[in-house]
């Protein structure tokens, strides 16, 4: 294709997924809770700054869902001054790890946790949100709101409500139009049809609230800095570049299954993430990652090169700055309803229903990564799915089991397999079953692996066994 024809599609390509873009970045941060325009200033670093890298030439950066949540629970400990000097951490630490060519191990991450995790953001998105739609003040953590859910009804403004419930529908409906009748994203159409809604009825509902771009952007000041001496904040900095990498280094894997242009590399493209993210620390904006709604809206809509995501954060800098007006008739409850059906398509159903028929343990696993997010905190749930995927991997790959054959009066023992501390009582309970012979030698040559415990007890079990000075085994 010739250069003027890429171009043309790029265009048009970084149209819709600035249209995609817009009410996503003022929904994910409105249920940050922080000021609407942080997340278009993070959309326009995703294009503007991200978008000249090569790391992955078609997937879109900017602020998502899944990291709504962790940056929630931030600003509510830390203060929104200390956000900037969060997310700048977090930026440094990507760099680290892109130079240091870690990107490739977060291939090694388990699909069970990935999944547990997503689901897990989505459950909790799920629960906060519904107070968001219905105009009811949220009582504080998931599992407060989950308490409080039975005081949603009694306290719902209904108008918001029936808004909210409204927009959800035609996201749900959109997606089952005609392609040609879809060429502008659902996500704008709903929002738009609820805000249209809204100014024409003048309904009563809580709108959002707009300062300015140039007036919400809030570089961290030196004594934001001393946040970092906080144990609490150092947690929440390797939560957000280790969730950020994860979830950009993931969907990248996604976006390249879904064209046929220059593949991903992941340390070029966590390195330009870890730029994005700095530069969204130094303005005090929300942290970003790649988008697999925006970056599939990218590659549908024909993008060829990386000028479709640069164009598209230039179109968020144009709308940010031209029409900052039209914010304010944006109905929260319309938002809310586009962040439910985000949380909603977060949750893994198919995936649980597909490992529990082959593999229970992994769906196992997932789900008790999903409920430890939801019990405890977006961070310790997924350290938690990463110890159990873990211990199952390791109890899973250490079996072993025992042979004997009898030669004329010796009896042949040979251990096969892997021998783990985790195998071990199992393994001497074995040993100690083993008839008595006038003598016994043991073959540990099928053995692929044995730790320092096995060897320790086996050797004191060939000292038992072989009573007679002189002999030993085949160790």
């Keep these: 294709m010739s250069g003027a024809g890429a171009f043309r599609d790029d265009f048009g390509a970084s149209v819709v997924v600035a249209l995609v873009a817009l009410p996503l970045c003022v929904g994910v941060a409105v249920a940050s809770g922080v000021p609407a325009e942080l997340g278009i200033v993070t959309g326009v670093v995703g294009g503007l700054v991200t978008g000249w890298f090569r790391g992955s030439s078609l997937q879109v950066s900017g602020p998502a869902a899944g990291l709504t949540v962790l940056v929630y629970e931030a600003v509510s400990a830390y ?53 968001a739609l219905g105009g009811v003040p949220a009582p504080g953590p998931t ?30 409906g959109w997606r089952r139009l005609p392609p040609r009748l879809r060429v502008v994203p659902g996500a704008l159409v709903a ?32 004594s934001d800095f001393g946040v970092l001496a906080s144990v609490g904040a150092l947690g929440t900095v390797v939560a957000l570049a280790l969730i950020a990498s994860a979830e950009t280094l993931f969907s990248a894997a996604a976006v390249d ?34 988008v697999i709604v925006r970056s599939a809206a990218n590659v549908e809509a024909g993008a060829r090169t990386r000028n479709a995501r640069i164009l598209h954060g230039a179109w968020l800098l144009l709308f940010a700055v031209a029409v900052p007006g039209v914010l304010e008739a944006v109905p929260l409850s319309a938002l809310a309803g586009v962040l439910l059906h985000a949380g909603w398509k977060l949750l893994p159903a198919r995936a649980v229903a597909a490992l529990w028929r082959t593999h229970r343990g992994e769906a196992v696993v997932l789900v008790a990564t999903a409920l430890a997010i939801v019990t405890t905190s977006l961070f310790e749930g997924v350290l938690i799915g990463l110890v159990l995927a873990v211990a199952k ?40 079953a083993l008839p008595q012979a006038p003598s016994v030698r043991l073959d540990l040559g099928g053995l692929r692996h044995m730790d320092h415990a096995c060897l320790t007890a086996l050797e004191g079990w060939e000292r038992k066994r072989m009573p007679l000075p002189g002999r030993e085994g085949v160790i």
């Design 79 to 131: 203060g929104l001054p200390a956000l900037g000097v969060l997310v700048l951490a977090a930026g440094v630490l990507q760099l680290g790890m892109g130079v240091l060519r870690l990107g490739r191990w977060f291939r090694a991450i388990s699909l069970a946790v990935v999944h547990g995790m997503l689901a897990g953001i989505g459950l909790v998105l799920i629960v906060g949100q519904l107070y």
């Design 143 to 172: 599992l407060a709101k989950l308490g409080g859910a039975h005081g949603l009804a009694t306290g719902a403004d209904w108008v918001a409500v029936a808004l909210g419930a409204g927009t959800i529908a035609l996201l749900v």
């Design 191 to 222: 929002v738009a049809a609820a805000t249209a809604l809204t100014v024409t009825l003048d309904l009563p509902v809580e709108k959002v609230r707009v300062t300015g771009v140039l007036d919400a952007v809030a570089p961290p000041a030196w």
């Design 257 to 290: 299954r879904m064209h046929d242009g220059p593949r991903t590399e992941y340390d070029r493209e966590l390195i330009a993430q870890g730029v994005g993210n700095s530069v969204c620390g130094l303005l005090g904006a929300l942290p970003m990652t790649a």
């Design 393 to 432: 991997a390791a109890w899973e790959t250490s079996h072993v089991h025992i042979e004997e054959a009898w030669e004329g009066e010796e009896l042949c023992v040979r251990i096969v397999g892997n021998a783990s501390f985790l195998r071990l009582p199992k393994l001497l309970d074995a040993l100690e």
